[in-house]
Nanobody, 117 residues
Framework: QVQLVESGGGLVQTGGSLKLSCTASGEIASANILSWFRRPPGKPRELIARITRGGYANYADSVKGRFTISRDNAKNTVYLQMNSLKPEDTAVYLC???????????WGQGTQVTVSS
């Protein structure tokens, strides 16, 4: 099993920045893929970024150019740097781990990000 704990959420104004962290523990060897999802109020969960152990990443169009995913394998941590935040970025942000691309085997509980107008 992999345990994932997100942190860094909070309240930020439009145009501001925030950096989220997700630290993994447990069966780290299975966490080849780390991902960030978000669940806006009343909306389905959406994938916003994925990253491989080697650092290859892709992004949803809605965040491309504003968000950056990175990982520190020594710290077993994945980050999401969020810049130029908009009210529509308001959501619970969750991280996941997977053994393979496209797999989301384990999930964190999420951290709330609220962007005020």
């Amino acid at each position: 099993q992999v345990q994932l704990v997100e942190s860094g959420g909070g309240l930020v104004q439009t145009g501001g920045s925030l950096k989220l962290s997700c630290t993994a523990s447990g069966e780290i060897a299975s966490a080849n893929i780390l991902s960030w999802f978000r669940r806006p109020p009343g909306k389905p969960r959406e994938l916003i970024a994925r990253i491989t152990r080697g650092g290859y990443a892709n992004y949803a169009d809605s965040v491309k150019g504003r968000f950056t995913i990175s990982r520190d394998n020594a710290k077993n941590t994945v980050y999401l740097q969020m810049n130029s935040l908009k009210p529509e970025d308001t959501a619970v942000y969750l991280c996941s781990s997977g053994a393979r691309w496209g797999a989301d085997d384990y999930w964190g509980q999420g951290t709330q990000v609220t962007v005020s107008s």
